[in-house]
């Protein structure tokens, strides 16, 4: 396998069309982007800055590429890149039930490369920057934390670890009628015990410092899950750990109708987590599906960013979120794939998929976002996500070296029109030609440099035929669930919460 190039000296990448994303939607035609270690330098026009004189420089010739910040992909599920291919056709509810049972006693080495499959599919589509909503069943361990940040840190990613967490039985998650399903399962549930609060945020303190870096390119969230999965003492546990470490919260929110059933209406999810100090500029909600004008609100006034993963979204059936409304209440959106086992992990897919939806939603094209914008909100929402505002997201001196190359020399892009349209609705990530992350190049000519793609892959296959055939063994299981949570499903979007978010045809 070849070697990752070090950042130890001055590259300067030059003869491309340059997009900077500082703001504006200019371009740089014929432009340079110059970088030393993990920093730009400067963004100019050719021949426009002055190089340090004395040492050595790598000059990168790219004529018919585009040169733009490393995307961010905001909300990721490592433990599903094992489980490709496990889901269709099944909603949110009973989704949770297939990948709770494929997803579940992992050993470190088998979250390790669940987690280098997915880095595979994210540098050699153009991600720099990950959050991992990581599961870890049934209890979250410093040596699974460990693992996923190996994972990370030797492919060479940019990557905030969200510990996935919740306390309650599944059957009091969601707005059904126990006594529908039968006994044996309600028995099952019935049985479990819940795990361990206390140990998961004692795992959490203990990784604060084992997980950072010295570059700072691996930290930490809170990942506690939505709070209707969780019992009122651990959003009080919750809210102590966020008082205790200043960490952000990453958690999924109001994903689908039947979460929003399960809704205090004296007292929203976000009003009550905000109300506690949970929430705040430095966290972030993935989906916002089913949100109401109060939660909206009340999220504005929190200053948190949501994240979009609007392909899963669809897959789910979960609904369609309200981007358009988010974007006009001055709420951060940023955009992520979700699990790859309901989405493939292709970040300029997702994006471009949010557009063409929020489009079906607005008959009034000036409220459309166009590519510039589209874009923009995916960089400076994850940027916000990942807490690296102004530092990752954009080519700008002082920024991290964070830089994707697309060679436009193919068939998807050639004759080349607006470079901005082109990005979001032309290239499919198979152009990636060059990837850096912190100045360090990862990716050279569409090859992994630090990853052996062709180990990691057999031995994920390895691994995903041992899971396919301990989930046959609770296909019966699984099966037995469906007729109660179709009743479940059907009953609450029978039910009028005073917002609609599906695409009703008539």
Same mark, same amino acid.
């Given at each position: 396998m070849p070697q990752a190039t070090p950042n130890g000296n001055i590259t300067v990448i030059r003869g491309a069309t340059v997009l900077p994303f500082d703001g504006s939607d200019r371009v740089v035609e014929n432009g340079e982007v110059w970088f030393e270690?993990?920093?730009?330098?400067?963004?100019c026009g050719a021949g426009g800055f002055d190089a340090p004189t004395g040492g050595d420089s790598t000059v990168i010739e790219a004529d018919g590429r585009i040169v733009m910040p490393g995307l961010i992909n905001a909300h990721s599920h490592s433990y599903t890149a094992l489980l490709k291919g496990t889901v269709d056709a099944v909603p949110l509810d009973l989704y949770m039930i297939r990948a709770i049972a494929g997803g579940s006693d992992r050993t470190p080495r088998e979250v390790f490369v669940s987690a280098q499959v997915d880095c595979i599919t994210l540098l050699k589509s153009g991600v720099t920057s990950v959050i991992d909503h990581y599961s870890e069943r049934p209890q979250t361990t410093a040596e699974g934390l460990e693992a996923v940040a190996a994972g990370y840190r030797e492919a060479g990613l940019r990557a905030r670890i969200a510990p996935m967490f919740a306390d309650l039985p599944y059957l009091d998650t969601v707005p059904i009628d126990a006594n529908r399903l039968p006994d044996d399962l309600r028995d099952f549930y019935e049985r479990m015990s819940p795990p361990d609060a206390r140990a998961y945020f004692d795992t959490i303190d203990r990784a604060l410092n084992d997980l950072n870096t010295g570059s700072g390119r691996i930290g930490l969230l809170l990942g506690v899950?939505?709070?209707?999965?969780?019992?009122?003492?651990?959003?009080?546990?919750?809210a102590d750990a966020k008082r205790r470490t200043g960490l952000g919260l990453h958690t999924h929110m109001l994903e689908a109708k039947t979460q929003a059933a399960m809704r205090d209406p004296a007292e929203g999810f976000v009003a009550r987590l905000a109300r506690l100090g949970i929430v705040d500029g430095k966290s972030s909600f993935a989906h916002f599906v089913w949100s109401a004008d109060d939660d909206i609100a009340a999220a504005r006034e929190a200053?948190?960013?949501v994240i979009h993963p609007a392909p899963s979204n669809m897959?789910?059936?979960?609904? %369609?979120?309200?981007?358009?409304? !988010?974007v006009e209440t001055g709420i951060p959106v940023a955009f992520g794939s979700d699990g790859t086992n309901c989405s493939p992990a292709a970040l300029l897919e997702t994006i471009r998929v949010a557009a063409y939806l929020s489009r079906l939603t607005e008959p009034d094209p000036d409220r459309w976002i166009d590519?510039?914008?589209m874009l923009a909100l995916s960089m400076e929402g994850g940027a916000r996500a990942m807490g690296e505002p102004g530092r990752i997201g954009t080519l700008a001196p002082g920024a991290r070296a964070d830089i994707l190359v697309i060679d436009t020399r193919n068939h998807w892009h050639m004759p080349m029109g607006d470079p901005w349209r082109h990005v979001l609705f032309y290239e499919q990530g198979a152009g990636t030609e060059h990837v850096w992350i912190d100045g360090r190049q990862v990716v050279r000519d569409g090859?992994?440099?630090? %990853?052996?793609?062709?180990?990691? !892959?057999?031995?994920?296959?390895?691994i995903a035929a041992r899971y396919a055939e301990r989930l046959g063994g609770r296909e019966d299981f699984i099966a037995r669930h469906h007729d109660p949570f179709r009743d479940m499903l059907l009953d609450t979007h029978a039910r009028d919460i005073g917002i609609e978010r599906l695409i009703r045809l008539r």
């Open positions: 270690g993990g920093e730009i330098l400067a963004v899950d939505g709070p209707q999965r969780c019992s009122d003492a651990l959003i009080e546990m919750t200053g948190l960013t897959m789910l059936g979960s609904g %369609v979120c309200p981007m358009l409304r !988010l590519a510039p914008g090859e992994l440099l630090t %990853v052996d793609e062709d180990a990691i !892959l057999a031995e994920a296959t390895g």
